[in-house]
């Protein structure tokens, strides 16, 4: 009962953060939302399978802080291959490997690829990950494993923390 509550809990603050209105219809509104999602979920029997709590580490928003850094120079290639007068876009397909042991470790990888400019996760299994991307050299820079090390590192201060 408890993480049911909690659930509509979270799913109210939630619909009043993003709607940023608060009128009576409005709250209501979020109320039944909330109300009808949660029940939902319980019907689905899926409240109590939800997975274990991601533990809270220091190296969480450094992890935060380096992949904002890579959006950003990322960013700033594509724009650089998008403006150049010969358009140096080469279309790529390839699998990487991936070193993430727990599902959420191999999900935060293919989702920080696919938010990575330049590259998008198109296929995600157990050992590999395959990604599109603009051009050969973005594929290259997932390659060299900076991002796979540092969530697997992240992964494993996760395990030590619980």
Not at 108 to 134: D, F, M, Q, R, W
């Amino acid at each position: 009962m408890f993480r049911s509550a909690l659930l509509f809990l979270v799913l109210f603050i939630t619909w009043l953060a993003l709607s940023g209105h608060y009128s009576i219809f409005l709250l209501i509104s979020g109320v039944v939302c909330a109300g009808l999602s949660t029940i939902l979920t319980l019907r689905m029997n899926k409240i109590d399978n939800l997975p274990p709590e991601v533990n809270f580490t220091y190296r969480l928003p450094l992890f935060w802080i380096w992949l904002a850094k890579e959006v950003t120079t990322s960013a700033i290639s594509v724009a650089y291959h998008i403006l150049h007068p010969k358009l140096p876009i080469n279309p790529i397909i390839q699998t990487i490997s991936a070193q993430q042991k727990t599902d959420v470790g191999l999900v935060t990888y293919a989702n920080s690829i696919t938010l990575t400019p330049g590259t998008l996760s198109t296929n995600v299994n157990k050992e590999s990950i395959e990604v599109h991307a603009l051009s050969k050299n973005f594929i290259e820079s997932l390659t060299d494993s900076e991002m796979n090390l540092k969530i697997a590192k992240l992964e494993k201060s996760q395990e030590t923390d619980s």
